[in-house]
């Protein structure tokens, strides 16, 4: 009796409303504890401390398919099946947000398509996080404004497959719906007059007489005098041209070659110099390399030095074995003698 559904219950898409849950979800959650120790007996009324006591949502979880409280308050909600009024405070209801989860999941099996557009839509603009718990038994972040939009175009969430419903554009063409709008939409056309209004008050303060700019000065005509005179000095330096003297001609061609000689010169000097230059960076390296050669044969002598001075240490030091056991023979006698005991055999 505790899970059948209530007497007066409306058929919910043309069927049970417990039957909107799997068969095998529904046995499960029939068997589960938090539905035969919280759920039995709960009233519309008790419904919201039980909602009000979720800290998480999601369907069933584990190897052995465990139904989560939030799941099993929505089966509840499909047997007892509150009134409407309740679900819509559900979902208006600010303070506990997984109080909102549960009514706008409930609208979204239960009402039609009007219905969750119109109550679901405003939810958009909640962007608080929820937890959900997955298929692992895992928790996973998810916010407010997602789990709404994955309400309206997903066809399974929660382990329970959804409804049905008409598509936006086809209720906004049949006049049942406005175009939505959104935020970032508004935002954006908000910039756009404002950016309009900056250009427009710029337009006006550059029309303004104080900022327009003064003509610029027309250039002044010549008269017919000074234009005369101009011809006259251009053809007067075209017959001196013409009627130069032959003297004139071999200074100029004197002057031509003398220029010619002077740059070429210049250029064998500037070459003389880069050579010069050439032959000193030459000798530098080759300066370098005597030196690294003078390095080098000064490292060999210090190591031939080194080799010698070890050697000379050495000499007085015995190097066979036996040189070396006589010597500590020899030193334990003296140490035994100065005590007074029989010395070692050699």
Known sequence: MANRTVKDAHSVKGTNPQ?????IIRTRIYESRYWKEECFALTAALLVDKA?????IGGVYGGNVKPTPFLCLILKMLQIQPEKDIVVEFIRNEDFKYVRALGAYYMRLTGTAMDCYKYLEPLYYDYRKLRRMNRNG?????????????????????DIILPRIQKRNVLEESNQLEPRVS?????????????EEELME?????????????????RRSRSPHTQTEDKRRSRSKEREKRHRSPGK?????????????????????????????????????????RERERDRDRDRERRHRDKDRDHHKDRGRPHSRRDREDMEIREANELRA????????P
């Open 19 to 23: 039957y909107l849950v799997e068969k």
């Open 138 to 158: 895992k928790f996973e972040l998810v916010h407010m404004d997602e789990y709404i939009d994955e309400l309206l175009r997903e066809e399974r969430l929660a």
């Open 183 to 195: 935020a970032v939409e508004e935002d954006m056309e908000d910039m756009g007059t404002d950016e």
């Open 202 to 218: 710029e337009s006006r303060r550059s029309l303004t007489p104080e900022k327009r700019k003064s003509p610029s000065p027309r």
């Open 338 to 345: 100065r005590l007074g005991l029989a010395p070692l055999r």
């Open 249 to 289: 001609r071999h200074k100029d061609e004197d002057d031509r070659k003398r220029k010619s000689k002077k740059s070429r010169s210049d250029r064998d000097r500037h070459a003389g110099e880069k050579d010069h230059h050439r032959d000193r960076g030459d000798r530098e390296r080759e300066k370098q390399v």
């Open 52 to 56: 009000m006591e979720l800290r998480y």
